[in-house]
């Protein structure tokens, strides 16, 4: 066709065949989407519930867009029927026809009534549109419509079930928590718990009503729904209730071995009582049998420690599992200090018997080596032996002068072998072994 119009060159028959065969094709697809839409659980959900912040607004723009879909549907359905009447008439269409159609198919020639504006703007009263315009218009509100549906639901599948698995195990671990006298006020994770029961019932309110609160559109997405629920204040509480469970536990397990570790308390605590009890009759052995010396002081038992363990079983006899077990672990860590610091202690008076006991087989042994190289009763060894040996078996013994005695002994018999052994104080360390070259 060379003629032209108001909507440029008239179509022929084969343009508006094409056309048509498009048109009825997209018509079929908008409505299959409207109705999914209409059917579609999430706009069932949102139709009943009672909505508030971000989600009620976005609702109300999206009702008013798929009225305004259906208007327009409607007005789209219309005005195909028209089109295909006028191409039905004849089966060759004459031009009379062909320039109504080429009007009605290119031009705008759908009138709509005007609606509310989704946007919340101000409504105008009517809006002419081509049908390639009217079909952009409705995929434009299907998609923003469909968007604010599908994201809705989203949240709606994902986050309450959670919550109500959660709250689930919310409710075990506080009852568990009550058998073990873990209460709020009377132990922090009774406080936490009280804390999670309020954020998740308050979570559970805020999902409910306004569930677009809670998604997170994906960037650069275009795609209707294109996000993921928001479950940050979810995995927090999360996270949580599971420590406070740990906690749980550990006062669990205080109470299946509490008797078994009291009674290690107070073997470790007695054990703790003799060391301290032995290093005070050392200390009185020492300073009877030992001159010029310092001997430490030995305190006695903290009684601290004893008040402390008495509590933990009166903490056990009436269940206090939660009081227990901090308790338990601060006694085990000071009962071993304890124990340490009385094997410290005997240590630390028993040394200058010790010392005594060394200088006694030092003498023996070299009286021994002496003896080995026919020199045993040499008068000068014998003289320098007698004399330390008084000095180390005489109460009390001083043993600064006894062990200058066992040098000078020492000495004697390591002349006899040829090779003087070095003296304190000459550069060079005393052999203490009881042992000297040639043995």
């Known amino acids: 066709m060379g003629d032209t119009g108001p909507t440029g060159p008239v179509m022929d028959r084969d343009e508006v065949d094409r056309a048509l065969a498009r048109l009825g094709a997209e018509h079929e697809a908008i409505e299959t989407s409207l109705f999914a839409l209409q059917d579609h659980a999430g706009r069932r959900l949102l139709e009943g519930a009672e909505l508030t912040g971000v989600t009620a607004e976005r609702w109300a723009a999206a009702e008013a867009s798929i009225t305004l879909l ?242 933990a079983a009166e903490y056990r006899r009436h269940a206090q599992w939660h009081r227990l077990s901090p308790l338990l672990e601060s006694l085990e860590e000071k009962a071993e200090d304890e124990l340490l610091r009385a094997r410290e202690s005997l240590t630390a008076v028993t040394a200058p018997l010790a010392v005594r006991a060394e200088l006694r087989g030092r003498l023996d042994a070299y009286k021994a080596k002496a003896a080995r190289l026919g020199s045993a009763e040499d008068p000068e060894l014998v003289e320098k032996y007698e004399k330390a040996r008084r000095m180390l078996w005489s109460a009390p013994c001083d043993l600064r002068v006894a062990e200058q005695a066992v040098l000078r002994y020492q000495h004697a018999v390591a002349e006899l072998l040829g090779s003087a052994p070095r003296v304190p104080g000459q550069g060079g360390p005393v052999d203490r072994s009881g042992l000297g070259p040639g043995t």
């Open 70 to 311: 259906w208007s327009y549907f409607d007005a789209y359905t219309g005005a195909l029927r028209a089109a295909r009447e006028i191409r039905t008439r004849r089966r060759w269409s004459s031009r009379e026809d062909l320039v109504e159609l080429t009007e009605l198919l290119r031009g705008e020639s759908v009138t709509v009534a005007g609606g509310a504006d989704p946007a919340g703007g101000a409504g105008r009263l009517s809006e002419r549109y081509s049908l390639a315009a009217l079909v952009d218009r409705m995929n434009q509100l299907y998609a923003t419509s469909l968007d604010m549906v599908v994201a809705a639901d989203a949240v709606w599948s994902a986050l309450p079930a959670r919550i109500d698995l959660l709250a689930a195990e919310l409710r075990r671990t506080r009852e568990l928590a009550h058998s073990v006298g873990v209460r709020p006020g009377e132990h922090p994770a009774g406080d936490d718990l009280e804390r999670i029961t309020r954020t998740l019932t308050r979570l559970r309110e805020q999902v409910v009503s306004d569930p677009l609160a809670f998604w997170r559109p994906a960037e650069g997405s275009s795609a209707p729904g294109g996000g993921r629920p928001d479950t940050t204040v979810y995995d927090r509480e999360a996270r949580a209730l599971e420590d406070v469970r740990r906690e749980i536990d550990a006062v669990l397990a205080v109470r299946q071995d509490a008797e078994q570790r009291i009674v290690r308390l107070r073997d470790v605590l007695s054990r703790a009582d003799r060391t301290l009890a032995e290093a005070r009759t050392a200390r009185g052995e020492v300073l009877a049998k030992i001159a010029a010396t310092e001997v430490p002081v030995v305190s006695g038992p903290p009684t601290v420690l004893q008040e402390q363990l008495s509590a």
